[in-house]
Structures are given as structure tokens and as C-alpha cells.
């Protein structure tokens, strides 16, 4: 288990509010309310003060964006490069609304049901791109994805291409997610087979996910085969990150400010609750 702070920087304030809480409890300041006397005890006196200084330790702790890395056994997702069709084969509407909007809409059901890992996006069509290299941080994956719609790669379908640039930015354990209709026309791009095996010998599985109905401007078969000489899975008109798995150990993550800014908010109601309950809004008995 570890904890890291993703702004540190914030917890410079901590020594700023321990100094005001010392202050109240050393001034008296004329506010329109009367502390209650000492006899009451010193929490008890000095209420508002203490409390203050709580309720802005926590709200600064929320500011550094704490993150808690705890290491789980069970079932994660390896390092992923989606290779995503935009070319405009990928826009005919045979599956519904149109093959690509369909597996985008797909992607983001399936992601918030999916374990922690990174993903990385190449964005193709006569040309392949990398749009977002590998991220923990799937809104900004999403994003990339829906604003895909903007690039112009060319027309035509260089699958081989995607590979190919898939191929060169892959370290480690990694594995490879084709969303296409299949398509690889563009004219001396290289041979799929002969990445498939470059693929295989270096352990890089290539899972496909093809979208389309079966006709001329559809190649289900160029996706099966090259999820076959790999060891990757083939989908078609379905995608899901559940056969991408693989049982392990592996980091999962928590933020924690979202819960740091609920206990500083409930403590400072509570120090108003208090507050009034104790007498210390009641002008009438100054």
C-alpha cells in the first residue's frame, strides 16, 4: 500500500492554519458573541478555534489530491493500445446508429465496468496517429476518443500502418485492441501476416473488435486472422475489455479527496451545530 500526493505543494497551508487556530485561542476578538468562560473547559471554550483549524487541515489534505495505490489479486487489464478505424467505411450505418459511433458507445459502457489500467489510442485511416499515449486516466482516454472525429488521416484504410505504429511504441507487457471494419487498402502497405508474426514473437496479442455486416467493404477475416496467429480474441459487433483480462496481481488505485472534502464538510456543520448549541451566536447575553 502506498500513498502519493499528486499536489504536494498545498500542504504548505497546514502550518498557516495550525497558526490561526493558535491565534483564536489566544485572542479574544469582539464578534457579536460571547466564548464561553474557562471553567467549561478549554475544548470547550476555545471550540471554534480548534475546529476551524480541522476543518482546514482536512480541506487542504483534499487540495493535495492524495492517491492510494493498494496492490490487489484478481483479474486487470494489461497495458492497452486501441487502434480505432475513423476512416469513412467506419461511418456506414449497416450496424447502427453507424459502425463507429456503435463502438464508441459500446467503449463507454464497458470502461467503468473494467479494472484499472492504462490505455493508449492510435487513431487511423490512410494514416495512422497517436493520439494519446499510454494513460491511467480513462476521461481523458474517452475524450481523445470522441474528438477523433476531427482529425483527417486521409481516405483509405491502412491497417497495416496502425500496427506497424502500434508495434513501435510497445514496451513491456502490452497488448494490442483493433475497432474496424478490417479494412487494409492502401496500396504498399505492408503485410498483415507478416506483422501478426512480429506480433507473436514478441508476446503482443492482438485482440480485434469488427463492426460491419459481412459484404465487399467489410474483412472479418483479416481481424480473425490476425487475433488467431497472435493469441488474441475476436469480437464482431460487440466490444467488451472482459476477454482483454488476465489474472495477476496489480496496483489499484483511490483518490481520496472526494472523501477528505465530505468530513470537512461535515465537521464544519458540525462546528456550527456546536457552535450554537454552545451559546456562541446568542448576542443577548453580551
Known amino acids: 500500500m502506498k500513498l ?4 504536494p ?25 460571547v466564548a464561553p468562560p474557562h471553567r467549561h473547559g478549554i475544548l470547550k471554550a476555545f471550540f471554534p478555534s480548534w475546529m476551524t483549524g480541522i476543518v482546514g487541515s482536512l480541506a487542504t489534505l483534499a487540495l493535495s489530491e492524495p492517491i492510494l495505490y493498494r ?31 456503435n463502438a464508441l458507445s459500446q467503449i463507454e459502457a464497458a470502461l467503468p465496468h473494467t479494472p484499472s489500467g492504462r490505455l493508449g489510442l492510435i487513431a487511423f485511416a490512410a494514416e495512422a496517429y497517436a493520439v494519446l499515449p499510454l494513460t491511467s486516466d480513462r476521461e481523458a482516454f474517452l475524450f481523445s476518443l470522441q474528438q477523433t472525429t476531427r482529425l483527417n488521416l486521409g481516405e483509405g ?4 500502418a496502425a ?25 504498399g502497405s505492408s503485410s498483415l501476416p507478416a ?21 465487399e467493404q ?24 472482459a476477454p482483454l483480462l488476465r489474472p ?26 456546536g457552535m450554537a448549541i454552545g451559546g456562541w451566536f446568542n448576542v443577548l447575553t453580551a
Open 4 to 7: 502519493t500526493l499528486a499536489s
Open 218 to 241: 467489410t474483412f472479418p477475416q483479416a481481424l480473425r486472422l490476425l487475433s488467431e496467429k497472435t493469441g488474441g480474441t475476436y469480437q464482431e459487433n460487440t466490444l467488451s475489455f
Open 248 to 273: 495477476g496481481h496489480f496496483m489499484d488505485t483511490q483518490a481520496l479527496a472526494p472523501y477528505l472534502w465530505g468530513a470537512a464538510l461535515i465537521v464544519g456543520l458540525g462546528m456550527l451545530a
Open 71 to 101: 496492490q490487489q489479486k484478481g483479474l486487470y487489464l494489461p497495458d492497452t493500445w486501441v487502434l480505432w478505424d475513423i476512416s469513412q467505411s467506419m461511418r456506414l450505418p449497416d450496424v447502427p446508429p453507424e459502425r463507429r459511433e
Open 157 to 160: 484504410t491502412n491497417l497495416a
Open 163 to 187: 500496427i506497424e505504429t502500434a508495434l513501435a511504441l510497445a514496451e513491456g507487457t502490452v497488448q494490442l485492441l483493433i475497432v474496424s471494419d478490417g479494412a487494409n487498402n492502401v496500396p
Open 9 to 33: 505543494e498545498y500542504l504548505l497551508l497546514l502550518p498557516i492554519w495550525a497558526g490561526l487556530a493558535w491565534m483564536g485561542m489566544r485572542i479574544r476578538l469582539p464578534l457579536g458573541y
Open 195 to 215: 506483422l501478426a508474426d512480429i506480433a507473436k514473437a514478441r508476446h503482443i496479442p492482438i485482440h480485434t473488435a469488427f463492426f460491419g455486416k459481412e459484404g
